[in-house]
């Protein structure tokens, strides 16, 4: 399946997972930039792909809204942007419940939940100057891409493999962290970067799943 070859070979090129915290984001930006461009025009299933793209993208519009409100000092649009990223993980876990049964919709829930915790705590720390907190929410992200990837894994072993997947969503958090940082250090110049590179990395992800998916139920999907 091409488009997780092409996720195989950003993995392998950002040397996941050992490195994945140490990559720049435009390093990380170059290699999604070449498995964008190597994407096939057409995919298996055009509306699968294009659905789940909005939803993950609508996953890190919600996170930065977050931090930029944190770093505002906004309390209002740091609750709404919480909202808002809680019920984009609903969505994604729906999304997935459609294909594999409402308990794995539930369990995709609960690791949404987790990702979204560490990068809520990541955002917290980071605005407060606490390095420990960063530290301990860099660890849990890292904990949860795995627990992420041996879930998917588990319900499609033939199209995503644990290693790929884990890969992916370390280069994700280490995109959070960049985020984050550039943000509460006022450095939007840098931030416009990373939320590039951000935004692309969260099509190979979307890209990734809605082809294992095509390929396991060829017939359910468009």
Same mark, same amino acid.
């Given at each position: ?11 392998? /090129? ?9 990559? &720049?984001?435009?390093?990380? $930006? ?6 964008? =461009? %190597? ?9 699968? $792909? ?12 919600? +996170? ?10 906004? +309390? ?8 808002? =990223? ?18 794995? /919709? ?16 990541? +955002?917290?720390?980071? $605005?407060? /100057? ?7 929410? !860099? ?24 290693? =790929? ?9 280490? $995109? ?7 943000? !509460? ?8 970067? &990373?939320?590039? %590179? !951000?935004?692309?990395?969260?099509? &190979? ?18």
């Amino acid at each position: 399946m091409k488009s997780l070859v092409i996720a195989c070979a950003i993995a392998l /090129g950002l040397g996941m997972p050992m490195v994945a915290f140490s990559v &720049t984001p435009a390093a990380q $930006h170059a290699a999604y930039a070449t498995a964008q =461009t %190597a994407a096939p025009a057409v995919p298996a299933a055009p509306k699968l $792909h294009a659905d789940l793209r909005a939803l993950w993208h609508g996953h890190v519009v919600n +996170t930065r809204a977050y931090a930029m409100a944190v770093k505002a000092g906004d +309390t209002a649009a740091a609750a709404k942007a919480e909202r808002d =990223t809680v019920a984009n993980a609903q969505q994604i876990a729906d999304a997935v419940a459609g294909f594999y049964g409402a308990d794995a /919709g539930k369990g995709m829930m609960k690791l949404l939940g987790g990702h979204w915790a560490g990068v809520k705590a990541l +955002t917290d720390a980071a $605005h407060a /100057g606490n390095q420990a907190g960063i530290d301990k929410a !860099m660890q849990d992200l890292s904990a949860n891409a795995g627990e992420i990837a041996k879930f998917l894994h588990g319900a499609n072993p033939n199209n995503w493999p644990e290693a =790929t997947v884990d890969g992916l969503l370390l280069a994700h958090a280490a $995109h959070h962290k960049a985020q984050v940082t550039q943000i !509460m250090a006022g450095n939007m110049t840098a931030e416009a970067q &990373t939320w590039k %590179a !951000m935004q692309e990395h969260m099509n &190979t992800i979307a890209d990734a799943l809605a082809g294992g998916i095509a390929a396991q139920f060829p017939n359910k999907v468009k």
